[in-house]
């Protein structure tokens, strides 16, 4: 049951890192609708924290009811990696948040992912762990697309794209 309550608390901290990264992001946001969903992702996240955190209360609460407490230092040490991974980027530019924001979503997803290999004992709670984890992979998907939306691509890709495009009546002929 520890192990269980320190998992939760650590993803209810990896969601809470991952909305702070997605405010950031909505507020250097340049596109209305960016900054829009981007926020909206963020007051998901922090519901996902809230969620989380209460679940691992209520284990804390079964723990000690049951068997009383042991402090465990694993927990702690993987709680310092953690902050120090979340510290937000010191360049505030539009780009910048969004590639933090992509890492933090990715370790959060990464983290429910690793939880839900292990044996459950609340059917619930894997359903709810399911469904985080597939939101924080859309959502990663979703960064790691406006991420790439900001990279300049390559001279011979741009060209060839926008050639391709305008050619591709002609190209049929040929074939």
Known sequence: MEALR????RLSQLAQSCAEALS??????????????????ANMQRCAAGELATRACACDDASRAGEGSGGSDTGASQHR???AAAAP????????????A?????????????????PLPD???RLLLAHYYRGATELQRMLEFRVAEFT????????SASTGRRGSGHEATHR
């Open 6 to 9: 320190s998992s939760l608390t």
């Open 24 to 41: 950031g992001a909505a507020a250097a946001a340049s596109d209305p609708q960016a900054r829009a969903v981007l926020g909206h992702r």
């Open 81 to 83: 990696r953690d902050i």
């Open 89 to 100: 980027p010191a360049d505030t530019s539009e780009i910048a948040r969004l590639r933090h």
């Open 102 to 118: 992509a890492q933090q979503v990715a370790r959060a997803a990464a983290a429910y992912g690793s939880v839900m290999r292990d």
């Open 123 to 125: 059917p619930e709670l």
């Open 152 to 159: 300049p691509s390559r001279q011979g890709n741009g060209s």
